[in-house]
């Protein structure tokens, strides 16, 4: 048996360009891994199967759509093997919920598959299956902080000093990452900018936020937080902002949409404060839970096996 631990993702900055011709958008995004996350664990079977626990289980695909199942296959066909391997994932990252849960869920199918049957497939080969799965697997692969490009898969490690103190309060409902991409684009025709790539300029890293990492400053990495998404997710699911109140009236440096939504994130000064935040965004009503975490931590990892 093989056990794989992999963390969920916040974006610290997630800058969206306008959309390209293959239906993806040119991304400046700043991903930071978390403590909060899933833990894959791969036996020997027949064919691939999956099972899953967790408050969330009953939301997640046990068939050929899963990431894990479609990773294992992707693995297998690669090195020219049958993909027999039973994948059971303990599910803590919420579902739908804009922190990568899905593609972490690939890439710790990806390394345990590898230990399982013993490939030792170099970690580029990885990365490249990786990007074949979606977006955001790589980075899952890798952990840490990194600046993600082109549609976020390609990826350079970020200097960061320190850990930083996070609250996640999970929403009721998950929401679409092509409709919060889909609805972003049209609230910038609506705006009058346009939304194509010759139209929206290819966005940079912020500075001062790739500083404030460095630099393992929690209020200045708060001023620096952005998420282009945030404005579509809010659009979709208006109710997010009595959260991400909640969340400051509570103490947090700052607040911000993950990703794609409808998780809220909130950056906190310390480890007591985090978890002070959380216990009122949990009593506030305005998320179903709130979970005080923090980071970065390592990408998908063997922790036994
Ligand atoms: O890569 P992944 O399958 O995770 O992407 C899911 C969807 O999110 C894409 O089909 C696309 O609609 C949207 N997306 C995008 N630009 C990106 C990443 C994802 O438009 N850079």
Redesign the pocket.
């Known amino acids: 048996m093989i056990a794989v631990r992999v963390p969920a993702k916040v974006n610290v900055q997630l800058g969206?360009g306008g959309?390209?011709a293959d239906?993806?958008?040119?991304?400046a995004?700043v991903f930071f891994a978390v403590a909060l996350g899933d833990e894959v664990t791969a036996v020997f079977g027949q064919g691939v199967t999956i099972s899953c626990s967790g408050p969330d289980a009953d939301q997640v695909p046990l068939d050929d759509t899963n990431l894990a199942a479609r990773a294992a296959r992707l693995l297998a066909a690669r090195h020219g093997i049958e993909p027999d391997v039973h994948l059971h994932i303990a599910k803590a990252i919420p579902v739908a919920g804009g922190m990568?849960g899905?593609?972490a869920d690939g890439a710790a199918a990806l390394v345990a598959c590898d230990a399982l049957w013993q490939l030792d497939t170099p970690l580029p080969v990885l990365l490249e299956l990786a990007a074949e799965?979606?977006?955001?697997?790589p980075f899952a692969l890798l952990g840490g902080v990194a600046l993600g490009r082109?549609?976020?898969?390609l990826l350079e490690e970020l200097p960061v000093a320190g850990t930083f103190h996070w609250v996640f309060a999970v929403a009721d409902g998950g929401l679409s990452?092509?409709a919060?991409?889909?609805e972003c684009d049209r609230l910038r025709e609506a705006a009058g900018t346009g939304s194509s790539a010759a139209e929206v300029p290819t966005p940079d890293p912020s500075a001062e936020l790739l500083a404030a990492l460095a630099a393992g400053d929690p209020a200045a990495l708060a001023a620096a937080l952005g998420n282009d998404l945030q404005a579509a997710a809010l659009s979709l699911r208006p109710d997010l902002a009595d959260c991400l109140r909640a969340g400051l009236d509570a103490g947090a440096l700052a607040a911000l949409v993950s990703g794609?939504g409808p998780t809220c994130a909130f950056l906190a000064k310390d480890a007591a404060d985090a978890q002070a935040v959380a216990d009122a965004l949990t009593a506030s009503g305005t998320c179903r839970a709130a979970h005080a975490t923090h980071g970065p931590v390592p990408g998908a990892r063997v922790i036994a096996g």
């Open positions: 969206v959309l390209r239906g993806f958008h040119d991304l995004n990568a899905g593609s799965l979606g977006s955001d697997v082109g549609r976020g898969e990452t092509p919060v991409f889909r794609s």
